[in-house]
């Protein structure tokens, strides 16, 4: 890592500088500065004049701090009407984010408002960086001023901030370019209870000791002494320590002990040692300079700090005075609470009791006091772990390293997909397959809808994804275009993409209101070959203001460019993506047909999509009513949509009620696919059908007429069988080769399922998906306002076998 270009200017975002409490803060600055790094230093509140550690004083005169109790609300104002939209969309997600609680949203806000009073200052320095220590108020502010400088930020999440005060958390994981915790415990409470995807953002930076100002004293140690150093605070468990002192000297063992802190607790902890009358034993020593808190440390033969998860869910992260206890040479004892046991292995760097157990924290403290070898042992492994792991230096060196990556990285792109409905489809699952995968360190990526949803919308939101239902009240809602584009003035997003004409219509009328110039993508998903003139009139003006327009099939493309007179080049081909399922197992596919009622002397067809014109499937059942009754397989329409009546009553009048059913839309249709004998589609025109994939990608032999994108996917006879559009006779034909031909099956089955997996991976569409973004971004501050009438070089990779196969010349249109 010696080759990185460091930063040169970081900007530190804190609540109080200096705080007694916060020395790992001082020691990290220390070590950037003597790299070289010009770190300056924003504190949220002013100076209090309370004790000031003598590291912490070297560092005042890179302090900026209020400049009067009360906010600036004149420079605030004036860096707010300098930037208007950013500030505005900035406020606006802070009061989305914490609306629900009051306080959190009114200190925000205020928070946010002192952050933008220093703007002018900060845009003096040039921060390379914005980096916040804690994840509460001051990396709201590094998050705000990063968004309206639009240079990248980042925060360090260290215990209660993530435990108790989880203020726009996920936001701010998704957003920063830097997202540091001090431990792993931190990594997977985040992942659980935060952000699914927090462990791929987040980077583990231990709080660290200065070896070189921590001396190593083994020997010459008060065998009788006891220190405990830390914030007077239930989480510290000072309450649990006098209990078990108590204890010790009803037993008869010597000690005297040393209580240095300050804090809410401390009437409390003088009347606990009052009433076991240890007065004489233990001494509440109060704050105190870090100097005199080595001292003593250097001085005590057992080191006690019994952390406790407290009533609201608060805890420590891993106690910094543990690591300076265990880097000076005392023996220690703490207890199994969040992070503590990555600094502290029971029984080989010291012992760890169950919180709130003071007959075991008395017990622990006799064995210590008791055995000198003992604590000879726990202490040499002590030390040796905090060289280890636990060196301030090394791991500001790592932080330094990590933060030039971060400077190196773009400010994460806002990403908005905008979509009609989320009920079940090909596009649908195209979305969450996108979204899902795209990469949370480059995009952050949110949908919204206007009509009905599916399990889908679920689970986008189980990835974290943010997902908005704006319902949207007839063909024209001037309301509804209303709040679309207050979503696009919150939001600020860099870039939207919509999947139909109808989102791409009212996304194109909404961008103008917000304010802000997003870039468009536009999209190409059927070849809607049945559209009147007004339809390509309207795709043409959206064509017009777009960047970009992705097309699921090069015949898509091609048609669409015929009717809205837009160069082919002006589209990327970008193929649907899908998974490959295991192998299912022949007994849960046995189970699956029993489920359905399909004889078991009949073959298993299956039909997976929306019930509407487009499908075709009058042509379906003309094919299944030409078929001799022996020949006639049991087949299952899987999904919902305006025909599902009118194809009931055509299938009673043709006399096939035992031969097709219906069952709804199905979670589970991918499993269905892997039971059935074949899949059909009869499709009057398709981009490029995601059934058809997800059938070929679980070995389902596919039957589909030859429209649209559909050649591009299937090669007749070697990875499907094709028929001319609504030819309800050659549908049937095919039908029954699949009845007759095992042979043909199984390996129609396996070659289909070999393309799919080569050419049609989920990766694949991702990466191509996010080039063509990409792409468009970098050319956004040139970007024309209509088509470029000249091939783009810059393509989207598709598969080869994408280009029409010479088999497949006869079912072309």
């Avoid at 990555?342 to 080989?348: A, C, N, P, S, T």
């Avoid at 009791?353 to 000198?372: F, I």
């Avoid at 289909?752 to 970098?778: D, K, M, P």
């Amino acid at each position: 890592m010696d080759n990185v270009i460091r930063p040169q200017r970081v900007l530190y975002v804190v609540s109080l500088f200096p705080c007694w409490s916060e020395t790992f803060i001082v020691r990290e600055i220390d070590a950037l500065i003597e790299a070289g790094v010009d770190v300056r230093i924003l504190s949220l509140k002013r100076q209090s004049g309370l004790l000031i550690q003598s590291d912490a004083a070297k560092l005042l005169a890179r302090v900026r701090a209020p400049r009067s109790p009360i906010p600036g609300l004149g420079y605030a104002l004036m860096a707010w009407l300098r930037h208007p939209v950013r500030a505005t969309g900035a406020a606006a997600t802070i009061v989305a984010g914490t609306w629900r609680a009051p306080v959190v949203m009114l200190k925000s806000l205020g928070a946010f408002v002192r952050g933008i009073e220093h703007l002018a200052w900060v845009r003096h320095f040039d921060p390379e960086l914005i980096h916040a220590h804690w994840a509460t108020y001051p990396s709201t502010v590094a998050w705000a001023l990063g968004r309206i400088t639009r240079g990248p930020f980042g925060f360090t999440s260290h215990a209660h901030d993530i435990f108790l005060s989880r203020h726009l958390l996920s936001r701010k994981l998704q957003d920063a370019a830097l997202a540091v915790t001090i431990s792993r415990y931190n990594v997977e409470w985040l992942k659980c209870n935060v952000w699914p995807d927090a462990g791929d953002k987040l980077e583990v930076v231990h709080c660290g000791v200065d070896l070189e100002r921590s001396h190593w004293r083994p020997h010459g140690r008060d065998k009788q002494l006891i220190v405990a150093v830390g914030r007077l605070h239930s989480i510290k468990g000072f309450d649990t320590l006098i209990e078990a002192l108590a204890l010790l000297r009803h037993g008869g063992r010597a000690f005297r002990c040393k209580l240095i802190g300050d804090g809410p607790m401390l009437a409390q902890l003088q009347a606990l040692v009052r009433e076991h009358g240890l007065q004489s034993h233990v001494e509440l020593m109060g704050a105190q300079p870090q100097e005199t808190v080595r001292q003593w440390l250097e001085r005590a033969a057992v080191f006690a700090l019994p952390s406790q998860v407290t009533a609201d869910g608060g805890r420590d992260g891993i106690p910094v005075a543990l690591m300076e206890a265990m880097a000076s040479g005392s023996a220690v004892v703490s207890c199994r609470t969040s992070g503590i046991p990555e600094l502290i292995g029971d029984g080989q760097q010291g012992l760890l009791v169950p919180q709130r157990d003071p007959h075991a924290l008395a017990e622990a403290l006799q064995r210590l006091l008791a055995d000198s070898g003992l604590r000879s042992q726990y202490a040499r492994a002590a030390r040796k772990r905090i060289e280890q792991e636990f060196d301030a230096r090394a791991q500001a060196r790592k932080l330094r390293e990590l933060m030039a990556t971060a400077v190196g990285s773009p400010w994460p792109r806002r990403l908005l997909v905008v979509i009609g409905e989320m009920e079940v489809g090909g596009s649908q699952r195209q979305i969450v397959h996108l979204l899902t995968g795209l990469d949370r360190r480059r995009w952050q990526p949110e949908l919204v809808y206007f009509r009905s949803d599916s399990f889908l919308v679920q689970r986008l939101r189980d990835a974290g994804i943010p997902v908005h239902h704006l319902p949207k009240r007839g063909r024209i809602d001037p309301q509804f275009l209303w709040r679309l584009a207050a979503l696009l003035r919150r939001g600020d997003y860099d870039l939207i993409q919509a999947y139909s004409l109808t989102a791409e219509l009212w996304t194109v009328l909404a961008r103008t209101l917000c304010g802000r110039r997003p870039v468009i993508v536009a999209s190409e998903r059927n070849q809607r070959l049945d559209q009147p003139g007004s339809y390509w009139w309207a795709k043409r003006f959206v064509l017009g203001r777009s960047a970009a327009a992705i097309a699921n099939s090069s015949a898509g493309a091609r048609a669409t460019a015929r009717r809205t007179g837009v160069p082919a080049a002006f589209f990327d081909t970008v193929c649907n993506g899908v998974e490959i399922p295991p192998d299912m197992d022949p007994q849960q596919r046995a189970a699956l047909r029993i489920e359905l009622g399909v004889p078991a002397d009949r073959a298993f067809g299956l039909f997976v999509g929306r019930l509407a014109p487009q499908k075709n499937l009058d042509c379906l059942v003309d094919a299944m009513a030409s078929l001799p009754a022996r020949k006639r397989p049991w087949l299952a329409l899987v999904g919902e949509g305006p025909l599902r009546g009118h194809l009931q009553e055509r299938i009673l009048e043709c006399g096939l009620g035992d031969a097709m059913s219906f069952t709804g839309e199905r979670a589970d249709a991918t499993m269905l696919m892997q039971a059935a004998d074949f899949l059909v589609l009869p499709s009057h025109f398709e981009g490029l059908s995601n059934a058809l994939l997800e059938a070929m990608a679980g070995g389902c032999p596919v039957i589909a007429s030859a429209v649209g994108g559909t050649p591009e996917l299937i090669e007749h006879e070697r990875t499907g069988l094709l028929f001319p559009p609504a030819d309800a006779a050659g549908l049937a034909a095919c039908i029954v080769r699949l009845w007759d031909d095992a042979s043909l099956r199984a390996r129609l089955s396996r070659q289909a399922r070999e393309h799919v997996a080569r050419s049609y991976g989920i990766a694949l569409q991702v990466a191509a998906t996010a080039a063509v973004y990409e792409r468009c971004l970098s050319d956004a501050p040139a970007r024309p306002g209509r088509p470029p009438t000249q091939p783009r070089m810059a393509r989207a990779i598709r598969p080869e076998s994408q280009a029409a196969a010479p088999g497949n010349a006869e079912y072309s249109q």
